[in-house]
C-alpha cells in the first residue's frame, strides 16, 4: 500500500473509530450507522493525483431498484470539505506535512458528520427532509431544476417512520405524478401501490419501511466490506 493510502487511513481510523464509525473493508470510505441510514464519509482518490478529496453525506437504507439496492450514494446533504480553500490535499512525498492536512481534513470532516449524526432521530431527519421538500417547491414553481426525484421518496419513507401516514402519501403521490421513464416510472408506480392503498395503516406502512431496512441491513451485513458494522435490528 502507498504512503499516502496508510496515512489516510491511520488518520481516519484514529478520528473516526472513537466516534462509532467503521471501516468499510479496506477502502477510504468510513460509516455511522443510525438505523436506517448511514453517514458516510469517503476519502475519494483523484484520478490524476495522489491525495484525496473528502466527501460527507447521509446514504439511505430504503429499498430502490435495481443495483441501487446493492451499494450506496450520498442521498442526503453530500458535502465536499474545503481546507485552506482547496478540496484537494495532494502527497507530495512529504508524510508530514500530508498527515498535518489529512488530519485536518477528516477534523472538518467530522465535525459536518457530527451534524449528520443528528439523523439518528426520526424527528430531526423529518424537519431536515421537510425543509428539502419545502425548497424543492419553490424551484419547481420558479421553473429550475429541484433536484432528484428520490428526495420525494427518502422523505416520504421517513414520515412513515414517524407514523405520519397522510404526509407520506402525498409524497409518494407527488412522486407518481412526476412525467419518469422507465425504470424510474414502474418504481414510482410500485411505491404508489404500496402505500397509497386506502386500505393501508400507518402501523403497516411503517412496518414496510422497517421491514425494508432490516432487509438492507441484512444484505450489507453479508458483504465482507461490511463485517464490522454493529448488528441492529431495526424497528
Known sequence: MDNHNKIIIQVANNVFSPMGFFQKGKSRTW???CGYCFVQVEFQPSAYS???FCNVGIAFLFEYFGGLNETLGF???CKRITINNTQFVEYNNDDEIFEKQIFQLAQYAL???KVLMGFKSPKYANRCMSKLIFQKRLKEMLGKWNGPIFDYYNAAMIKFLLGELNSGRRLIEKLNSLKLE???KEWAEHSYSEFCDDELTAEQARNK?????NRQHNY???KGAFRKMPDINFL
Open 182 to 184: 422507465s425504470p424510474f
Open 220 to 222: 450489507f451485513k453479508q
Open 209 to 213: 419501511v422497517c421491514s425494508m431496512v
Open 111 to 113: 465535525k459536518y458528520a
Open 31 to 33: 460509516l455511522y450507522d
Open 75 to 77: 442521498d442526503y446533504g
Open 50 to 52: 495522489r491525495g484525496s
